[in-house]
C-alpha cells in the first residue's frame, strides 16, 4: 500500500524533505511505518525511534493500523512558553 508521508520543522531539516512516498505491506502499523523510514539511513535514521505522529490529521499510537493513501506525519516535538 502506498502511504504520503510528511515531515515538519526540525524533521523536515533532518531528512532533506518535506514529503515522501512509501509502500508497505498490507496491515502495516504506525510502528512499523517509522522502522521503514528509519532504516533508510542518513537523517531518516537519526529521526527517534517513537515520534509523535499523526494520521490523517488524528495523533496515532504505534501500534495504529494503516490503510492505503493514508497521510502519515511525523511531528517534532514543540517547545515554547
Known amino acids: 500500500m502506498e502511504?504520503?508521508?510528511?515531515?515538519f520543522a526540525?524533521?523536515?531539516?533532518l531528512v532533506g524533505a518535506d514529503r515522501l512516498s512509501v509502500t508497505m505491506p498490507p496491515r502495516s502499523t504506525v510502528g512499523d511505518l517509522v522502522s521503514a523510514v528509519r532504516a533508510?539511513?542518513?537523517g531518516f535514521a537519526r529521526l527517534p525511534q517513537r515520534p509523535a505522529v499523526a494520521v490523517n490529521h488524528e495523533v496515532a499510537r504505534v501500534d495504529h493500523g494503516l490503510q492505503a493513501g493514508d497521510e502519515v506525519a511525523f511531528l517534532p516535538p514543540v517547545a515554547g512558553g
Open 3 to 7: 502511504l504520503d508521508v510528511l515531515f
Open 10 to 13: 526540525s524533521y523536515r531539516q
Open 40 to 42: 533508510r539511513g542518513g
